[in-house]
């Protein structure tokens, strides 16, 4: 499973106008302004509060958010000749549409990340490939040989203070890639444990989060949260619990759940997980902690996701809260970047935002739309 914290920016790809980079700061400054006009309205919609004028508002709020990703992802897209921040090569691979850059490290990479609301530190903690999902929208082709071996955690931790180091003295804005993106799109939101894989088949799990723990109380950065970036199958495992007692009340666990049925989990996963287990794994970890439930829906062969699985997918959720489980917010986003699987594109963000109703109406939650 490739996850990278929704490390995606939605928005279009290719060259973009040299133009675009150059005026950027002029736009996202009037996109931010109606950024903020619009997020009290949306809020209290999100909160099922919907007042006169709230709809239009909400939608605005919506289209303006889709906006300044699309605007930002542009930005940062810019094909001009660099050079190397950390090392003689920098990799500018992409997660979710946005490029991963990993500033010449085997490990760690940044990215500028809608879900996490602006630069994440990911950690590719499965650069072998490993994973027991078979996800339809995934980029990763894991019929070739994986390039990269198991993560060493003593390399984990040099990398990541190197980079750490970097972002603490404002050196990315020596990058041409970064010069005109909006500071606050720089400020370092969170650190992801995810990559080609799923992070927790690791088989250091706890080695690598002791690591990153470690780093971070030594980095002299203000305090970076956490995040692991799951699809719930490994949370049992007793690595995978040593290494979650090591998180904050700060840090956080972004749960996969792409649907609500067995069957359509397997079409849009292919997982031999059995979905009981999932939830069991959700169900068991969130009622020690909260946990964020993270849902990718695609547009499968030109059709969206039936009604009918919307409806269930609401179901499970209503039924990990009647069992105990905290959630503080479920995140609705689609596929947006190349996948080998011509058949899978990007949901429509109307659609998108219907399914967050639909949860919304069933659970009572906090839903958000990326």
Same mark, same amino acid.
């Given at each position: 499973?490739?996850?990278?914290?929704?490390?995606?920016?939605?928005?279009?790809?290719?060259?973009?106008?040299?133009?675009?980079?150059?005026?950027?700061?002029?736009?996202?400054?009037?996109?931010?302004?109606?950024?903020?006009?619009?997020?009290?309205?949306?809020?209290?919609?999100?909160?099922?509060?919907?007042?006169?004028?709230?709809?239009?508002?909400?939608?605005?709020?919506?289209?303006?958010?889709?906006?300044?990703?699309?605007?930002?992802?542009?930005?940062?897209?810019?094909?001009?000749?660099?050079?190397?921040?950390?090392?003689?090569?920098?990799?500018?691979?992409? %997660?979710?549409?946005?490029? #991963?850059?990993?500033? +010449?490290?085997? !490990?760690?990479?940044? &990215?500028?990340?809608?879900? =996490?609301? $602006?630069?994440?530190?990911?950690?590719?903690?499965?650069?072998?490939?490993?994973?027991?999902?078979?996800?339809?929208?995934?980029?990763?082709?894991?019929?070739?040989?994986?390039?990269?071996?198991?993560?060493?955690?003593?390399?984990?931790?040099?990398?990541?203070?190197?980079?750490?180091?970097?972002?603490?003295?404002?050196?990315?804005?020596?990058?041409?890639?970064?010069?005109?993106?909006?500071?606050?799109?720089?400020?370092?939101?969170?650190?992801?444990?995810?990559?080609?894989?799923?992070?927790?088949?690791?088989?250091?799990?706890?080695?690598?989060?002791? %690591?990153?723990?470690?780093? #971070?109380?030594?980095? +002299?950065?203000? !305090?970076?949260?956490? &995040?692991?970036?799951?699809? =719930?199958? $490994?949370?049992?495992?007793?690595?995978?619990?040593?290494?979650?007692?090591?998180?904050?009340?700060?840090?956080?666990?972004?749960?996969?759940?792409?649907?609500?049925?067995?069957?359509?989990?397997?079409?849009?996963?292919?997982?031999?997980?059995?979905?009981?287990?999932?939830?069991?794994?959700?169900?068991?970890?969130?009622?020690?902690?909260?946990?964020?439930?993270?849902?990718?829906?695609?547009?499968?062969?030109?059709?969206?996701?039936?009604?009918?699985?919307?409806?269930?997918?609401?179901?499970?959720?209503?039924?990990?809260?009647?069992?105990?489980?905290?959630?503080?917010?479920?995140?609705?986003?689609?596929?947006?970047?190349?996948?080998?699987?011509?058949?899978?594109?990007?949901?429509?963000?109307?659609?998108?935002?219907?399914?967050?109703?639909?949860?919304?109406?069933?659970?009572?939650?906090?839903?958000?739309?990326?």
């Amino acid at each position: 499973m490739r996850d990278f914290s929704d490390h995606r920016l939605a928005g279009a790809r290719g060259p973009h106008h040299p133009a675009l980079v150059l005026y950027f700061p002029f736009f996202a400054g009037w996109i931010g302004f109606l950024r903020g006009v619009c997020s009290k309205k949306r809020a209290g919609i999100d909160k099922g509060r919907v007042d006169k004028g709230g709809w239009p508002i909400y939608a605005l709020a919506n289209v303006v958010d889709f906006s300044f990703q699309s605007l930002s992802h542009a930005a940062i897209s810019d094909k001009s000749p660099s050079r190397p921040l950390l090392a003689p090569a920098s990799s500018t691979e992409t %997660a979710f549409g946005a490029p #991963r850059d990993f500033l +010449g490290n085997r !490990f760690v990479y940044v &990215v500028i990340s809608s879900r =996490a609301r $602006g630069l994440s530190v990911g950690i590719n903690v499965n650069p072998n490939k490993h994973c027991n999902f078979q996800c339809v929208y995934c980029e990763v082709r894991r019929d070739e040989v994986a390039s990269g071996q198991a993560l060493d955690p003593a390399v984990l931790e040099l990398e990541l203070k190197h980079v750490f180091d970097f972002i603490r003295e404002g050196r990315l804005r020596e990058h041409p890639r970064y010069r005109g993106v909006p500071q606050e799109l720089l400020h370092l939101r969170h650190v992801a444990l995810s990559g080609d894989g799923e992070p927790t088949l690791a088989p250091d799990f706890a080695r690598i989060v002791q %690591a990153v723990v470690h780093v #971070r109380a030594l980095s +002299g950065v203000p !305090f970076t949260k956490l &995040v692991l970036i799951t699809n =719930a199958t $490994g949370l049992g495992r007793a690595g995978v619990r040593a290494g979650l007692r090591a998180f904050t009340h700060s840090d956080e666990i972004w749960a996969k759940l792409d649907g609500g049925t067995q069957t359509y989990l397997s079409r849009v996963n292919g997982m031999a997980v059995s979905l009981g287990e999932i939830l069991a794994n959700i169900l068991t970890l969130a009622r020690q902690r909260p946990v964020i439930i993270q849902s990718l829906f695609p547009l499968l062969n030109g059709a969206e996701p039936p009604a009918e699985e919307i409806e269930q997918y609401a179901a499970r959720l209503r039924e990990l809260i009647s069992g105990g489980a905290k959630i503080p917010l479920v995140q609705i986003y689609s596929a947006t970047r190349p996948s080998s699987n011509s058949s899978c594109s990007h949901l429509s963000l109307k659609t998108l935002s219907q399914i967050a109703q639909t949860v919304r109406r069933a659970t009572g939650l906090r839903v958000e739309v990326f």
